[in-house]
């Protein structure tokens, strides 16, 4: 028996036909719905703070461990949003990578820099020579006795090579050494340079390019606005060029009050640093609300036996619960300020970095004076943008407050 299945293919037709008119249809509406908005995303003001200054300098925060490990459900997405650049806030430092002479610790520094790949970031490694955050042990012999000059050099080649050598290729630069310069004075008077001379400077360089010749390389320090230090900073530069030491950027920190320093004093420092061939960055931005203890009338050092610790007297605290409409609108108006004069130097400049994420965790809540509140950064407590954040947007050029 012969099977015959009729099939009338002319409705079938009709169904591709109509089907085919409709998917084009379709299509059409939504592509022309997709240029339209990305026609809106091109003509409407960047809301993200790396996407404001494309083009012009990358934009970093400093992180701690508790924001690196993903489970922060509030910093991560704001920290991979916002920032293209990261810089560990302690993690790499000597005390906490190399905490015994023959022990590392990289269980953090590894996440850091994992977090900073996951998220495609410029990845700044701080610090390898400090006179800061250093055991003792790092220039003593065995008996408690200061190292010759031969073994300092030789412990710090050692650990330069170790940690630099750890992350070769994927750490992008690294702040080789941080704050070698006084306020007055020229160098700074530390064990490096009692036990080694100013050649450790050179040394210091030299070593971190061995463990890593891709990594740019870094000398970071605070106040060099102040024309004495950028003088002494100037002057280190040159002397490492004239000898071929490989150095490619100089870091301003910018740990800044609402009213000083001056525009024109950091604006004369990017200018020096860059005539220097160097890159020019801002690598430790904050501006403190608080005052300081000369600016008011009360005596307050628990260590001389004023008061006690935990107990800042409301001068020196005055925005315990929250600041004020004024000072937030002040601190505002100086991230503008700022930001407008880093425009204004673009071609000089490199990175902008911020020293924190949040007024939460600012090193500024314990720093000069222990247990105060302060709001130096550019989101609150809560991670929520503040008036700051939406001023460093206006700096880039961007019209409109933040709803
Ligand atoms: O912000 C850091 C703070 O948490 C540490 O307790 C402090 C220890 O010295 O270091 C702070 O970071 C410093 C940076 O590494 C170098 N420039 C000055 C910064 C503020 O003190």
Redesign the pocket.
């Given at each position: 028996m012969k099977l015959v299945i009729k099939v009338n293919i002319k409705p079938l037709l009709t169904g591709y036909i109509l089907t085919a008119i409709a998917f084009f249809l379709l299509t059409s509406i939504t592509v022309g719905q997709a240029q339209t908005n990305k026609k809106k995303a091109e003509g409407s003001e960047p809301e993200l703070l790396s996407e404001a200054y494309e083009g012009m300098f990358k934009i970093g925060v400093?992180l701690?461990r508790w924001q690196i490990g993903e489970e922060n459900s509030q910093s991560t997405p704001l920290i991979a949003k916002h920032f293209n650049t990261i810089t560990p806030?302690?993690l790499m430092?000597w005390s906490r990578i190399h905490p015994q002479p023959n022990e590392y610790s990289f269980e953090a520094a590894d996440r850091f820099v994992e977090f900073g790949e996951k998220h495609d970031m410029f990845i700044v490694g701080?610090?390898l020579v400090?006179h800061?955050?250093i055991p003792d042990w790092t220039f003593e012999d065995e008996n408690g006795d200061d190292l010759s000059r031969e073994a300092l050099l030789q412990r710090m080649k050692d650990h330069i090579s170790t940690v630099v050598g750890r992350y070769k290729g994927r750490v992008d630069a690294w702040d080789v050494l941080?704050?070698a310069a006084t306020w007055s004075d020229g160098l700074r008077k530390s064990k490096w340079l009692e036990i080694i001379g100013e050649e450790y400077i050179n040394k210091a360089f030299e070593y971190a390019h061995e463990a890593d010749p891709g990594a740019e390389l870094y000398y970071?320090d605070?106040n060099l606005w102040a024309p004495d230090k950028r003088e002494t900073v100037v002057k280190m530069v040159r002397r490492l060029q004239q000898n071929d030491v490989p150095i490619h950027g100089v870091g301003m920190?910018a740990?800044l009050g609402l009213d000083s320093p001056s525009l024109d004093d950091i604006e004369a420092s990017i200018k020096a640093f860059s005539e220097l061939g160097v890159k020019v960055m801002i690598t430790?931005l904050d501006v403190s609300v608080l005052p300081s203890r000369d600016d008011v009338n009360v005596s307050y050092n628990p260590d001389e036996g004023q008061g006690s610790y935990g107990d800042v007297p409301e001068e020196l605290n005055p925005y315990k619960e929250e600041l004020s409409d004024s000072v937030q609108q002040q601190l505002r108006d100086r991230y503008v300020e700022l930001f407008e004069l880093f425009k204004k130097h673009q071609d000089k400049i490199d990175r902008v970095t911020f020293?924190?994420l949040n007024d939460r965790q600012s090193?500024l809540n314990n720093?000069p004076i222990p247990g105060r509140t302060d709001y130096p950064l550019l989101f609150n407590r809560n991670n929520e943008p503040k008036p700051a954040f939406q001023g460093v947007l206006e700096g880039a050029g961007r019209k409109e407050g933040i709803k």
């Open positions: 400093a701690n806030e302690n430092k701080h610090t400090w800061s955050q941080n704050e970071n605070y920190q740990h430790e020293w924190g090193w720093f």
